[in-house]
Every structure is written in C-alpha cells, then in structure tokens.
C-alpha cells in the first residue's frame, strides 16, 4: 500500500468517477485504474464494484477512504509541524467561489495590508450546489451555498465553517405596480413575467416553492445564473428577478429594488468548506478568519 494509491481511493470516493480523479490528479484514466488495482492485491475484499459504466467504493472501499482522510490529516499535521510559520507564509492558498459570493468578497481579501495574508489565488466556480463538496479536491478553501430545505453537506468528508445565511429576494424595478409593497406573497408575484437562474440554482429553487405554494406554473422569460445579468434584465423590462440580499446589491442598479418574500423563509447557506488536514496550517487559518471577517462586514452593511 503506497500514499498515492490511497490518496487515490480517496478522490475516487469524493469525486465519483475514475475520469474525475485523473483530472484532478493529471493523469490518466488507466493510470488511475493501475493504481487501484495495485491497491486491490493487498486486500482480500473488494474495494471498488461497477456500477452501469461508473466504478464506485464498497463499504470496504469507502472504510479505507475514510482511513486515507485520516492519514493525510496525520500528515499535514506533522508537516505543518517541522515547517516554520516563515517558510508557510509564501505558499498560496487557493480559494474557490460561487459567482455573488466571489464578485463581492475576494477584492476586498486581495486589499488586506501586505503581509497580512499568504498569497491568494481565486478562482469561481458556478456548479450545482452538490458539486461543491468535490472542489475540496482542488482547492484548498472552497465559498460554498446550500438551500435549508436540502441535503447537508457530507461532513464525514469535509469540514464545514458556516458564515452567513443569506436571504433571497424578489428583484423589481421601482416603476413596476408592484414596488409600492414591503413584502410580496407568493400570488402577488406569480403571474408575473420571470428571469432566473437554471435548474439546480438558488433563484430556480425558489421560484418552485413561490409556484407550489400558488398552485400555478411561473412564465419564465430569460434563464440567466449570472446575478449582475439577472438585475439588468429586471432593469430594463418589467421582469421580476429573485437575487440575493447581501451578494448581488453592489451590482443592482439604484432602479432594481429587492422586496422580501411573504410566508417563505427564502434563503441560502453560505459556508466554507475544506479537507480537515488544511486546518493545520496556520495560513489556512489566517485565510479563514479574514473571509469570516469579510462576510460578516458584509452582512450588517
């Protein structure tokens, strides 16, 4: 049993398939299948069955998964250890977001004074909200959100930091004959004209609870998950939007309003989520107390 091979297995369980673990890692498929069946021969139970076209993990397989998190805990941990802050402080860190969350809190990080923080990389990553988890893989911080009514995050594989919750409003333009009104219940707003993210998204979501609880089917103009897209459109036609409170108000027109909604607790987690062994660098957790800083300034602005 070597540590790659391990590490391996774990990405498997993470990610999925054997096609997604050759592109995190840069190798190929049959590399990745080599190693796993080297892994194999050291274990008289299966560690990995055909499922349709898909390998996946037995009980056995994810058992020794589990066991390589630990290991590769155990590690950094000695690692973080033997290095010196000094040495820590010049590695980058990698930090992943959704979209909002990105346009909003990764200048303000960048700006810190010199030294504050090691060297940041960002990157944005708009996928369905059960694709998050897997980015851990890449990245060693990942700005993740999460519906209330859906499933949690699978915390026996990653470690979650919860930030903020953030509510979800209806976008409406100031002229519109429904501004005049605080809040907008569910059959107020449905017959009216909609642009919204793609299925799988927040605002979609939403939108499908605003449509059962009305018992009618919403007329969907425009299917747009870029927020600052999504306000110009209710900018420039009389299209209502659902955006986030605190994410998408820097980027809303003074034209744009956002009205709560009536009788639905419309919202999204927004959490950080990481591989348990990054927590002991120091860095890494220099990096976490900023972006908590960060979300929470922009929460109570």
């Not at 030294?115 to 996928?127: C, W, Y």
């Not at 799988?200 to 870029?226: M, W």
């Amino acid at each position: 049993m070597e540590l790659h091979q391990l590490r391996i297995l774990r990405e498997l369980a993470d990610l999925g398939s054997v096609n997604a673990v050759a592109k995190a890692l840069f190798v190929s498929p049959s590399a990745v299948s080599q190693h796993l069946a080297q892994l194999q021969r050291g274990f008289p139970a299966p560690l990995t069955r055909k499922e349709g076209r898909r390998l996946v993990l037995t009980s056995e397989g994810k058992l020794l998964a589990s066991a390589a998190a630990s290991v590769a805990s155990t590690l950094a941990e000695a690692s973080a250890r033997i290095r010196t802050v000094e040495q820590d402080k010049n590695v980058p860190i990698n930090v992943a977001g959704f979209h909002s969350i990105g346009q909003t809190i990764f200048a303000p990080l960048l700006s810190l004074p010199e030294g504050q923080l090691p060297p940041l990389h960002f990157s944005d990553e708009d996928v369905s909200q059960q694709d998050f988890p897997a980015l851990t893989s890449t990245y060693d911080l990942v700005l993740a959100h999460r519906m209330p009514h859906t499933a949690p995050w699978p915390e026996e594989r990653i470690t979650v930091i919860p930030l903020a919750f953030e509510p979800l409003d209806i976008a409406i333009h100031k002229d519109h004959r429904l501004a005049e009104f605080d809040q907008l219940s569910p059959e107020q707003v449905i017959d009216e004209r909609w642009v919204v993210s793609r299925s799988g998204y927040s605002p979609a979501d939403v939108l499908e609870t605003i449509a059962a609880l009305a018992g009618k089917a919403p007329q969907i103009e425009h299917r747009v998950n870029d927020y600052a897209t999504a306000g110009a459109l209710v900018e420039a036609s009389d299209c209502l939007g659902i955006l986030p409170r605190f994410t998408a108000r820097k980027t809303l027109d003074e034209s744009v309003a956002l009205r709560p909604i009536k009788g639905i607790n419309s919202g999204r987690q927004i959490d950080l989520l990481l591989r348990a062994e990054h927590l002991h660098r120091k860095t890494v957790n220099d990096v976490i107390e900023a972006i908590r800083s960060t979300v929470k300034r922009l929460v109570i602005s």
